[in-house]
């Protein structure tokens, strides 16, 4: 009984291995690669559109915050995974069982608070407008501020008409 206990664990093992873990890494780093590619070919100045240019950053930037958010959930499920593991196997003692089951619970149950968390502090507006909400978050963290080195939103505006205008002709 326990050899076949053993071979299930290792195939599920296999199977969780390949088609949850892998999988999703390889079109992640092939979205993030393709775009990475795009936003260095989009970055010479008069060949694409403005839109085409604003597009690409922001997939950019939503697959970071997809990155953050899905190492943040996987690493709180490998936790939740491995303590129910121990648990299963009977590797602890009895009187830890209980205090690991709470672990446990709150590894499943205070996941959302966490990603939230992450999300938050992974976008740069968000997290600045929740530190300016908390105000002894406000005190402790001086953020420096941010240089603008890009064209001025009347230029950029300006810009953007212009090309749409052209794309008429």
Not at 40 to 66: C, D
Not at 93 to 109: G, Q, R, T, Y
Not at 115 to 132: D, G, H, L, R
Request: with cysteine; proline share 5%; charged share 15%.
């Amino acid at each position: 009984m326990n050899i076949l206990f053993i071979g299930l664990i290792i195939q599920w093992f296999e199977a969780f291995v390949s088609k949850v873990l892998v999988m999703p890494y390889q079109i992640y780093f092939t979205l993030w690669f393709i775009n990475i590619r795009l936003g260095k070919r989009f970055s010479t100045p008069g060949t694409y559109r403005l839109a085409q240019q604003f597009q690409v950053k922001e997939n950019i930037r939503h697959i970071m915050l997809a990155r953050n958010i899905i190492c943040c959930a996987t690493f709180f499920v490998a936790i939740a995974c491995g303590l129910l593991m121990t648990i299963v196997l009977d590797v602890l003692p009895i009187w830890l069982k209980s205090p690991v089951a709470h672990c446990i619970e709150n590894c499943i149950f205070l996941n959302p608070l966490l990603i939230c968390s992450v999300a938050i502090f992974s976008v740069p507006s968000w997290k600045k407008e929740f530190i300016e909400g908390i105000p002894f978050l406000k005190k402790i963290r001086n953020e420096p501020k941010s240089s603008q080195s890009a064209l001025n939103p009347e230029d950029e505006t300006r810009e953007y008409f212009n090309q749409l205008r052209n794309a008429w002709l």
